[in-house]
């Protein structure tokens, strides 16, 4: 599985972005999509993932601001991010997992910043 990451860059706090996540090879397989972030000298952090199911997880500090969704004719998941704060800078990673593994695409930098 591959994972192709797209859409960050620099914007004003209050500003939106939305992040695409494409996915291609087995895809089939793959049971939870998702983004993780990793701020600097921080630890990276689950910002949101969706099951196969629908069943959508969130972190705290971005529930009602985020919204995670996906395309499934396209294999891509995308981020929708509302609100956005000087704290949500950090470049996010895509991420899919199935019953075996994890897979990481490259990461994307959001800036958020006046």
């Known amino acids: 599985v591959q994972l192709q990451a797209s859409g960050g860059g620099l914007v004003q706090p209050g500003g939106s972005l939305r992040l695409s996540c494409a996915a291609s090879?087995?895809?089939?397989?793959?049971?939870?999509r998702g983004w993780y972030r990793q701020a600097p000298g921080e630890q990276r952090e689950l910002v949101a993932d969706?099951?196969?199911?629908?069943?959508?997880n969130y972190a705290d500090s971005v529930l009602g601001r985020f919204t995670i969704s996906r395309n499934n004719a396209e294999n891509t998941v995308y981020l929708q991010m509302n609100s956005l704060k000087p704290e949500d800078t950090a470049v996010y990673f895509c991420?899919?997992?199935?019953?075996?593994?994890?897979?990481w695409g490259q990461g994307t930098l959001v800036t958020v910043s006046s």
């Open positions: 969706m099951a196969s199911t629908g069943i959508r």
């Open positions: 991420t899919a997992r199935d019953v075996v593994t994890r897979y």
């Open positions: 090879g087995s895809t089939f397989r793959l049971n939870v």
